[in-house]
C-alpha cells in the first residue's frame, strides 16, 4: 500500500464530561514536546443532543439559544429545537412562549412536521436568519419575540398549551454578546457554543468535546486491506497498525510513530505536539519497500493534524513547507519542494467493519502541495470509536485527487497491559511485541519537580517508548493554584524474551529518593 500521504496518526482523547461554563480555544505560543493524545477513553455515547428538561407530549426540547447575538439584537435572535422522540412531531398551532406571552408561529421554509433526529429554527426575522445561514436546509419558523439579554424563562407549547419544554437561561452562562450560542450539551446542561454563529440545523459543538490530553495508550491494530490502488494483489491481506509504540528523535526532538505495514510496504509518521497551543503537529512522512525507500516528505513547520478541543463541525487549516522526494510507478525519483495547505475537519458517523458497527467521530486531514509543478491533493480520513473502554480506528482511508486509493477496516485492537503501584514487587508474564503501561497516582510535578525515573532495565527485554508522561486528573478551573493532581505513565514494549527486572524511582528535585517500585518481568516468544 504504497500511499506516502498517510497521516493515519491519532487518537481520540477522552470524551468531556461537559461542564457549565465558557470554554476557550484560544491558541498561544508554540512549545513542542513528545505527542501523545489520550489518556481515558470512555464510551462514545450522546451522540445525539440530550433533553433539557420537562418533556410531556411530543419528545421535542429546546437545544440552541441565541439571546445576545453581537451587534444589534433585533432580526438576529432565534432558538433552535430538536425531535429526540421516536416518531415524527407536527408542531403546527404549537407556540413559543417568552415574556408572559405565547408567540404563534409561521412557517417559511420547509415542514412543521419535524421527523425524528430533525432541527427547526424559530427565528424573531425568518428571512433575516436564512440570509445569515444559507446553508440551513431544515424547518424555519418566523415568530415575533425578543429575548431578554440577561436571562429569562422561555418554554414550547403544544397546540393545547401543554409545556413540551422550557429553560431559564442566564447570561452567566456564557454566548453574552460575543456571536455564540448556549448549546445543551451531553449532560444536559448549558454551555456556550465552541463554533462561532452557534450550529443551526447541525449537532450542537458542545454534544461531543475531545479535548487535548498528553498520553495515548499505544494499540495495535489488525486491519483487512478493502482497497489498494497503488498495489491491488493486498485487497483481502492484513495490515498491521501500531498506533505510539515508538519514537525516535528529529532534530532534537522526540517523536512518537504509527506505523501501518502491508505485505508490501511499510508506512510511518512522525507526530509531536504542540502542549501550549494544544495541537497535534504532523513532521514526517516515509514509506519504505524491501531495498528502496518510495516517499520521504519533512514539514516545515510541521503542520497541525488536531487543533483541540475537537467538535463535531470544526474545521482549521495550517499551511507548511513540504520537502523531499516520491518515487512514481516508473521509478522515477521526483523532488518536492512546495509550500502545503492543510485542512482539518471533524464529522460523524456509524460505521460497519469486521470487528463491529461503531459511532465514530470522523477527522480529515486534505493536504494540497505542487507535485512537478502539477497540483495534487492528498486526504486523510479515519474513524475513533471505542469499545469497552479501549480506543478503536474502526476504519481509516486515503484519498489522492479526490479519489480512494486506500482502505483498512478493524479486525483486531490488541491493546496493553495495564499496572500500577499494586503491581510493585510482583512478576508478570508477558509476550514479546506486546506493551506494558504502568501508572502511579502523583501531585503535579510542574509544581512539586517530584518525578518517577527509571533506575534499571534491560533493554533486550523491556524497552522504554517515550518518556515519563503526567496526565492531570481534570482541567482546573481558571485561577487555580498549583495545578491538579493526576498520574504520571510510563510505556514500554516487550522486546525480547527473558527474566528481567524493572526498577523506578520517584526521585525530589534535589535527587532524593520518596519510592521505588520493582517489577519482575518474565518474556516469552508465545
Keep these: 500500500m504504497k500511499s506516502v500521504h498517510t497521516f493515519i496518526v491519532s487518537g481520540i482523547s477522552k470524551i468531556k464530561e461537559v461542564k457549565k461554563k465558557k470554554m476557550n480555544d484560544k491558541k498561544e505560543n508554540k512549545v513542542k514536546t513528545a505527542f501523545v493524545v489520550t489518556a481515558a477513553i470512555l464510551a462514545l455515547i450522546s451522540m445525539l443532543p440530550v433533553m433539557a428538561s420537562a418533556q410531556t407530549i411530543g419528545d421535542i426540547n429546546i437545544n440552541e439559544i441565541m439571546y445576545n447575538p453581537s451587534g444589534a439584537d433585533k432580526n438576529h435572535e432565534w432558538l433552535e429545537i430538536y425531535n429526540k422522540d421516536t416518531t415524527d412531531i407536527n408542531i403546527t398551532d404549537w407556540k413559543f412562549y417568552e415574556e408572559d406571552t405565547n408567540h404563534h408561529l409561521t412557517l417559511v421554509q420547509g415542514s412543521m412536521t ?119 494483489e493486498n485487497v483481502g491481506k492484513n495490515a498491521t497498525v501500531g498506533l505510539f509504540t515508538s519514537a525516535e528523535m528529529i532534530d532534537n526532538e522526540s517523536y512518537y510513530i504509527a506505523n501501518i505495514s502491508t505485505p508490501t510496504d511499510i508506512t510511518k509518521m512522525y507526530v509531536c505536539s504542540d502542549i501550549e497551543n494544544k495541537d497535534n503537529l504532523m513532521r514526517r512522512a516515509v514509506t519504505e519497500a524491501p531495498g528502496r525507500e518510495l516517499a520521504n516528505l519533512t514539514f516545515d513547520p510541521a503542520f497541525v493534524m488536531r487543533d483541540f478541543p475537537l467538535w463535531i463541525g470544526k474545521t482549521w487549516t495550517s499551511t507548511s513547507n513540504v520537502t523531499g522526494i516520491i518515487v512514481n510507478k516508473t521509478g522515477a525519483v521526483i523532488p518536492i519542494n512546495s509550500t502545503a495547505v492543510v485542512a482539518g475537519k471533524v464529522t460523524l458517523d456509524v460505521v460497519t467493519v469486521p470487528l463491529g458497527t461503531f459511532q465514530c467521530i470522523v477527522i480529515e486531514n486534505n493536504i494540497s502541495y505542487d507535485v512537478a509543478g502539477v497540483p495534487i491533493s492528498n486526504a486523510r480520513k479515519y474513524w475513533m470509536s471505542t469499545q469497552n473502554n479501549e480506543l478503536l480506528s474502526p476504519k481509516s482511508q486515503t484519498y489522492r485527487n479526490g479519489n480512494l486509493v486506500d482502505e483498512l477496516e478493524l479486525i483486531e485492537a490488541i ?107 518474565t518474556a516469552s516468544d508465545v
Design 415 to 521: 491493546s496493553p497491559t495495564y499496572l500500577n503501584e499494586t503491581n510493585n514487587n510482583t512478576t508478570i508474564n508477558v509476550t514479546t511485541g506486546k506493551f506494558l503501561v504502568i501508572s502511579f497516582e502523583t501531585s503535579n510535578p510542574g509544581s512539586t519537580g517530584y518525578w518517577w525515573k527509571i533506575a534499571e532495565l534491560d533493554e533486550q527485554v523491556l524497552r522504554q517508548v517515550g518518556d515519563v508522561v503526567f496526565v492531570p486528573d481534570y482541567v482546573p478551573e481558571p485561577g487555580f493554584v498549583g495545578g491538579p493532581p493526576g498520574k504520571q505513565i510510563a510505556t514500554f514494549e516487550v522486546a525480547g524474551a527473558g527474566n528481567a527486572t524493572l526498577n523506578m524511582v520517584y526521585r525530589s528535585p534535589g535527587g532524593a529518593v520518596e519510592d521505588t517500585f520493582t517489577l519482575n518481568v
Design 114 to 232: 419535524i421527523p425524528v433526529g430533525g432541527y427547526a429554527i424559530i427565528a424573531d426575522n425568518a428571512t433575516a436568519f436564512l440570509n445569515k445561514h444559507p446553508e440551513c436546509n431544515c424547518t424555519v419558523i418566523d415568530s415575533a419575540f425578543g429575548l431578554s439579554n440577561t436571562g429569562e424563562h422561555i418554554a414550547l407549547k403544544n397546540a393545547t398549551s401543554d409545556i413540551i419544554d422550557e429553560v431559564t437561561y442566564n447570561a452567566s452562562w456564557g454566548a453574552d454578546g460575543n456571536g455564540k450560542t448556549l448549546e445543551l450539551n451531553a449532560t444536559s446542561g448549558w454551555e456556550e457554543s465552541l463554533a462561532d454563529g452557534g450550529t443551526p440545523c447541525k449537532l450542537n459543538s458542545v454534544t461531543i468535546v475531545v479535548p487535548y490530553s498528553p498520553w495515548v495508550p499505544p494499540m495495535i491494530y489488525i486491519c483487512n486491506i478493502t482497497v489498494d490502488a497503488m498495489t491491488p
